[in-house]
Structures are given as C-alpha cells and as structure tokens.
C-alpha cells in the first residue's frame, strides 16, 4: 500500500452519491467534496443531470440498481443521460440471466446499451459479482467484452449479498486480462481496503467515502 499515492487512488475514483433520498444540494455538496479531494469523476442518479462539475468526468448509472428493467428501457435511460452530460454509464446486467448461465440474453441486454450510447460514452457494466459463482462472473466479464464494454464492475453497493470482494476483482481481471477495466464499487470504505482492491488488478474504485480512503494514503 505505501508505493501508492493519495493522488495516485484519487484518479482512480468516482466519487459517488446514489442513494434514493439524495437531494439536489447534496449533489453540488458532492461536486465540491470532489473537485476538493481531486477524484476523477463523480456519479449520480441520472435524475439528477445535468449537473455543472467542471474539471470532472459525470457518471451516472442505468437499470439501477435491480438489473431488472427491459434492455430497451436501459438503452433509452443510457441514452437520455448522455444527451444530458454524462460522459460514463454504469449499466446493471439482469443479474438472474446470469445466475441461470443465460450468457446470451446477458450479452443481447449489454449490446442494447452499447448501441443506444454509441461512442459517446464510457460504458460500465455491473455484474453483481457477489451474487454469482466464479463461473457466472467469468460469463458475464466475456460477454460484456463481446458487447464492446469499457469496464466491468463488481456491484450496485445496494444488493444484500454485498458488494466488491478480492477474489472477484482478481477474477474479473484476470477474465478481461486488461481489454477492458474492473471498477471495484461497493462496501470499500477505508484505504486498507482500497489498497486491496487495487492489487487485485481494480483499475477504478467506486466510493462513496472517498475522503475517509485517501486520508488513509501518504500525499
């Protein structure tokens, strides 16, 4: 952990407020917090943009956080969120498609959204990966990639059976064998597990306590 720097893990994170009750006052709370700490990026409900965050990259997710929304629907929120000044979607995968090894309607969902933000946009695609067996994880990280994805993701932080894990970041990574990026999100809230997540080959850490993580690394 020491050869990492607060600057190196600041610009690897999206800074990231999604909880249902946010306001919008919180979200330029959220914009300052960032622009402060230096992070790369913040992400937002897509109800919340646009938003002015100048010097930051916008973020912002799609069939959130269930999965469960039709790929046309997802495709179209993706697309609507672009045209608003998001410049990353995080889509959810239907999740159950993938716990029943329907890696074909998991790739047919990824492609929708892919082919509804066109290039215009970052696209990440959360697995859900505590929720699936290695097997399941290994499924979805190659259809993702198949789909044309830029990043995979381990989770939505909101599903009950928890959130990123070392051994699915490894996992992911070594499936994508860095074609695409692993954006390790959920349940990380100190720089320990930062650390951690990162030598598993995470190449971007979703956080909502950004500033309690890099307090952890030396500047």
Avoid: W
Avoid at 135 to 147: D, H, P, S, T, Y
């Amino acid at each position: 952990m020491t050869s990492l720097t607060r600057a190196d893990v600041a610009a690897m994170i999206d800074h990231t407020l999604l909880a249902p009750e946010a306001t919008p006052d919180q979200v330029n709370d959220l914009i300052a917090e960032a622009r402060k700490l230096g992070v790369y990026a913040i992400c937002v409900s897509p109800s919340m943009l646009p938003v002015r965050a100048p010097g930051l990259v916008v973020a912002t997710v799609a069939g959130f956080p269930s999965g469960k929304h039709h790929s046309l629907i997802k495709g179209a929120e993706a697309r609507l969120a672009v045209d608003s000044g998001a410049a990353e979607v995080d889509m959810v995968i239907d999740v159950g498609a993938a716990v029943a090894g329907d890696f074909a309607a998991v790739l047919t969902d990824i492609i929708t959204v892919r082919e509804a933000v066109e290039d215009r946009a970052v696209l990440k695609v959360i697995i859900e990966s505590a929720a699936l067996t290695d097997e399941a994880i290994v499924g979805a990280c190659r259809a993702a990639e198949k789909a044309g994805a830029d990043f995979v993701k381990t989770s939505t932080g909101f599903h009950p059976a928890d959130g990123a894990s070392v051994h699915a970041v490894r996992l992911m990574a070594d499936t994508v064998g860095g074609r695409l990026g692993v954006k390790a999100s959920g349940g990380i809230r100190t720089a320990e597990d930062a650390a951690a997540m990162i030598e598993a080959g995470a190449t971007r850490l979703g956080l909502s306590k950004s500033a309690v993580v890099l307090d952890g690394f030396p500047d």
